[in-house]
C-alpha cells in the first residue's frame, strides 16, 4: 500500500518577486509529478498551492489555513520576511516547513529544515572572489528588509578581515522601483564592486538603469562597476532584458549550466514541463530537492507526524541537480556545493569556479571564522575549464 500525504507548497506567484516564486512552485511541482508518477518510490504527494501574492502579512494566515487542513509539511517561502512570519505558526501548530532558498543565516528553528544556501555557502565564496580577482572597495545596495540587512553586515565584517571597506550602503522598500538616487550614488563613491541585494522588479529596474548611466557616460559598466550578487539567476536575467544581461557575478550553489547528465536531465524535464520558462533557477533547484528530501523523509517515517519526519530527514542524502545534498542533522541545513556564475547575453552563466565538494552548512558562521583564521584550512575552489 502506498501513503498519500498532503503537502503545502507556499510561494508568491505573483507580486514584485514572483519571477523567482514561480520557478520555486514550478522546482516544487516537478519534483511532485516525478514522485508520483514513480510506483517504487513508496508515497504519493497530494500538493495543495497557496499564493499571497507578496504581502508578507498574508503567509501566516496562509499557513494556517493549510495547517488546519490537515498539511504539516510545507514547501515555501522566498523572503525571510515571509519566513519570520510564518515560523510562529508552525512552532505552534508542531508542522514542519521546508524552506528552499538562500538565506542570510543566524537562525534555527525546530520547526524548520533549510535545504537552500547558508552563509558560508554563497556569501563567503562572493567575498573571496571579489576581493583577490575585483577589488575590495564595495558599494552595497539591497532591498529593505532582513535578508540585504544581514547580508550587508556579513559583508562589512568579511571585507574588514580582508582590508576592504564598504563604501556607501543604500536601501529601497522591497518592489520599490526609483532607483536613480541609487545609480548617482554608486557612481558618486567610484567603488570596484557594487553588491546587489535588491530582489524582485527593484534589482530589474537597478539593473537596466545602472546600465544605461553607465553607457550614456562611455562607461563599460560590467569592467568597470561590475555588480555582484547572491540572489541572481536565469530567470531573472531574462526579466532584466537583453541590454543589461551580460557580466554579472552571481554567487550560488546551482546554474542551470552545469554539465552533469543529472543537471541536464533536470533542465530537459523542468522546461519540457514549464515551456514558457527558458532555464530553472537556484531557487527551483533548491525547491525540487526540498520536495524530493520531504517525500524521502515521509515514506521512511510512514507517517507526516512532524517529529517522525524529522527524526527520518537527520539521516537524507539526494544525488540532485547541483550535485551531492545531504541534511545535516546537528543543523537541518544542507550540505551544499558553493560556486560562481558570470552572466552571458543568451541568458546562462559560466561557471567561474565551484568547490571542490560539497560543503557542511555553518548557518551562524562559527566554524567558517576558524577556517579564515587559518587559511589552509579554507575548503580550495577550483578553476573550471
Known amino acids: 500500500m502506498i501513503n498519500a500525504f498532503p503537502v503545502g507548497i507556499l510561494f508568491s506567484v505573483?507580486?514584485?518577486?514572483?519571477?523567482?516564486?514561480?520557478?520555486?512552485?514550478?522546482?516544487?511541482?516537478?519534483?511532485?509529478d516525478q514522485i508520483n508518477s514513480n510506483s517504487e518510490f513508496g508515497v504519493t504527494l497530494l500538493p495543495i498551492a497557496c499564493d499571497p501574492g507578496g504581502d508578507a502579512l498574508a503567509y501566516a494566515p496562509a499557513a494556517e489555513a493549510m495547517i488546519a487542513n490537515g498539511v504539516k509539511n510545507v514547501v515555501g517561502c522566498y523572503t525571510s520576511s515571509s519566513r519570520k512570519e510564518v515560523i510562529p505558526v508552525f512552532e505552534k501548530r508542531d508542522a514542519l516547513l521546508w524552506y528552499p532558498t538562500h538565506y542570510e543565516g543566524f537562525e534555527s528553528s525546530a520547526?524548520?529544515?533549510?535545504?537552500?544556501?547558508?552563509p558560508n555557502h554563497h556569501m563567503l565564496p562572493l567575498v573571496?572572489?571579489?576581493?583577490?580577482?575585483?577589488?575590495?572597495?564595495?558599494?552595497c545596495v539591497g532591498s529593505n528588509y532582513i535578508w540585504a540587512w544581514e547580508s550587508n553586515r556579513v559583508l562589512r565584517e568579511e571585507l574588514a578581515l580582508r582590508q576592504g571597506s564598504v563604501v556607501g550602503e543604500r536601501y529601497l522598500a522591497v518592489g520599490e522601483t526609483d532607483v536613480d538616487f541609487l545609480v548617482q550614488s554608486i557612481l558618486d563613491a567610484d567603488p570596484d564592486v557594487v553588491f546587489n541585494s535588491l530582489i524582485g522588479e527593484s534589482a530589474y529596474t537597478f539593473f537596466r538603469a545602472f546600465r544605461a548611466a553607465c553607457e550614456?557616460?562611455?562607461?563599460?559598466?560590467?569592467?568597470?562597476?561590475?555588480?555582484?550578487?547572491?540572489?541572481l539567476s536565469e530567470p531573472e536575467l531574462d526579466r532584466i532584458g537583453p541590454g543589461a544581461i551580460d557580466g554579472h557575478l552571481s554567487s550560488s550553489v546551482y546554474f542551470a549550466s552545469i554539465d552533469t547528465v543529472?543537471?541536464?536531465q533536470f533542465?530537459?524535464?523542468?522546461?519540457?514541463?514549464?515551456?514558457?520558462?527558458?532555464?530553472?533557477?537556484?531557487?527551483?533547484?533548491?525547491?525540487?530537492?526540498?520536495?524530493?528530501?520531504?517525500a524521502q523523509s515521509l515514506r521512511d517515517a510512514g507517517t507526516d507526524n512532524m517529529r517522525a519526519v524529522k527524526t527520518c530527514a537527520a539521516r537524507?542524502?539526494?544525488?540532485?541537480?547541483?550535485?551531492?545534498?545531504?541534511?545535516?542533522p546537528g543543523t537541518f541545513h544542507t550540505y551544499l556545493t558553493p560556486r560562481i556564475g558570470l552572466s552571458r547575453r543568451d541568458g546562462h552563466f559560466d561557471v567561474l569556479f565551484d568547490a571542490a565538494s560539497p560543503i557542511a552548512p555553518d548557518p551562524y558562521l562559527i566554524h567558517s571564522t576558524a577556517i579564515r583564521e587559518a587559511p589552509s584550512r579554507r575548503p580550495a575552489l577550483r578553476i573550471v575549464s
Not at 281 to 290: F, R
Open 14 to 32: 505573483t507580486g514584485s518577486y514572483g519571477t523567482v516564486a514561480r520557478s520555486m512552485r514550478n522546482g516544487a511541482m516537478l519534483a511532485c
Open 111 to 118: 520547526n524548520v529544515i533549510y535545504t537552500g544556501a547558508s
Open 128 to 139: 573571496d572572489y571579489v576581493t583577490r580577482h575585483v577589488g575590495r572597495r564595495i558599494f
Open 216 to 231: 550614456a557616460r562611455g562607461i563599460d559598466q560590467a569592467k568597470r562597476y561590475p555588480v555582484a550578487s547572491c540572489n
Open 262 to 264: 543529472r543537471n541536464r
Open 267 to 294: 533542465v530537459s524535464d523542468y522546461c519540457a514541463a514549464f515551456p514558457e520558462e527558458k532555464a530553472p533557477s537556484a531557487e527551483a533547484e533548491a525547491a525540487y530537492v526540498a520536495m524530493f528530501l520531504l
Open 316 to 328: 537524507q542524502h539526494l544525488n540532485a541537480p547541483q550535485g551531492d545534498v545531504t541534511i545535516d
